[in-house]
Nanobody, 122 residues
């Protein structure tokens, strides 16, 4: 029912920019948090950024604050992650996720996309 599809990953040089997109479908997301996570090979998945669909808040990991911007386009039911000043350490598979605010699990995300690879060359 709920489907999240990421796109926009690719290979960029350090210092470059990339915009990831997450197309969400199957539900009205007005009461959801939408987040971006990433996982590098052999490492734990980590939080990158999130927003409330209603637009009341955004949140960023310290490692990306000031470089990445999360946003949503309501008409397209899409969430974006604008990534600037990319570093090799940003290399990872990036996942879009959705979490019902006020749901049974106060922390975990309920739905996940398939991921899109971002590779930053040095």
């Amino acid at each position: 029912q709920v489907q999240l599809v990421e796109s926009g990953g690719g290979l960029v040089q350090a210092g470059g920019s990339l915009r990831l997109s997450c197309a969400a479908s199957g539900r009205t997301f007005s009461k959801y948090a939408m987040g971006w996570f990433r996982q590098a090979p052999g490492k734990e998945r980590e939080f990158v950024a999130a927003l409330s669909w209603g637009g009341s808040w955004t949140s960023y990991a310290d490692s990306v604050k000031g470089r990445f911007t999360i946003s949503r386009e309501i008409a397209k039911n899409s969430v974006y992650l604008q990534m600037n000043s990319l570093k090799p350490e940003d290399t990872a598979v990036y996942y879009c996720a959705a979490k019902l605010l006020g749901g049974a699990d106060p922390v975990g995300y309920d739905y996940w996309g398939q991921g899109t690879q971002v590779t930053v060359s040095s």
